[in-house]
């Protein structure tokens, strides 16, 4: 029931969207301030 409401519905496609936008953001958010913790740490271990 619920399955076949997000896959096809309107409105669970649009969910299932914003669903996978926000875990896509987050992932790029995630690499992007493990790469400044790494340039921070090299930066003061020099």
């Known amino acids: 029931m619920a399955w076949e409401l997000l896959f096809g519905s309107d409105?669970?496609?649009m969910s299932l969207?914003?669903?996978?936008?926000?875990?896509?953001i987050g992932a790029v958010m995630a690499k992007m301030y493990?790469?400044?913790?790494?340039e921070e740490a090299r930066?003061?271990?020099k």
């Open 43 to 45: 930066k003061l271990g």
């Open 11 to 13: 409105i669970g496609l």
């Open 17 to 24: 969207g914003v669903i996978v936008g926000v875990l896509v």
């Open 34 to 38: 493990s790469n400044k913790i790494d």
